[in-house]
């Protein structure tokens, strides 16, 4: 059995859902049953899974929300550098 | 659509900006929160991407490739954002000096539990926006640290040398924008009155 300290390791240096399944079951099992870091582990856990929820659907999240596009004035630049850079390869 | 069922990646470069801008500066203004920074890493990736364009293998639709690119602009973003003004205080990010921390590596016992339940509601898209929202709110140090750690899923190794940290102030940095995160969800998760 893996003990609070190796948990509290395992999920600062990795996403739990990208444990082995044979480290992941004994992170759970743990979590579930540990009075001490309990309750501490299975929040980052359950905020690990969210944020890795997240970064699913974030690309359709970005189309619904609208908002927050590319000003102009930056387009235009990026395309003038662009054309640039294609000019001078070209050239 | 070629043989191969797909659809012919778009390689002319001059036409990425109309096709994928609005999308990856979304992207890294999510990560960089501050909108020229934004607008040069997409910059900078868009003529990295046509620099590199020899070593596109066509695996990934262009689009992801360039989101790839952009990852790292990121990365070296931070990095010399950090360079430039490192972090303040940074004492404040060292764990505390208690039994136990040194037991079980957490820094507190029993945090407040969650007001609603997380697996149930991270499955959903409303709460997704919400989720999208508190993340915006987070900042400084501790939304840098989360974006590598949780949105790029950058090793802590390679975290604690692009931040000049050491893994103790990570842990304790993920802790708070963590607890952030949790506050605000409740908060406006609550307030949205979803029953």
Known sequence: ?91 | MSAMGRDQPNLDPEKWVDAYGDYLYKYALLRLKDPMAAQDAVQETLLAGFKGLDRFDGRVDIKFWLRGILRNKIVDYIRKAVRERPIENIEEYEPPDSVLYAYSGITQMRPKKWQFDPEEVFKRKEFMEIFHGCLSNLKGPMQQAFTLKELEGISTKEICEVMDITPNNLWVMLHRARNQLKDCLEKKWINTDPL
């Not at chain 1, 044979?22 to 905020?47: E, P, W």
């Not at chain 1, 189309?63 to 070209?90: F, H, I, V, W, Y």
């Open chain 1, 1 to 91: 059995m893996i003990g609070c300290k190796h948990v509290s390791k395992a999920l600062r240096d990795s996403n739990w859902e990208d444990l082995s399944p044979m480290k992941k079951f004994m992170v759970r099992m743990h979590v579930m049953l540990c009075a001490v870091c309990g309750r501490f582990n299975g929040q980052i856990m359950a905020m690990q899974s969210g944020t890795r929820r997240f970064t699913e659907q974030e690309d359709e999240l970005h189309e619904q929300n609208g908002g927050c596009c590319l000003p102009s004035p930056g387009a235009d630049s990026m395309k003038e550098a662009l054309r640039a850079a294609k000019n001078s390869t070209d050239g």
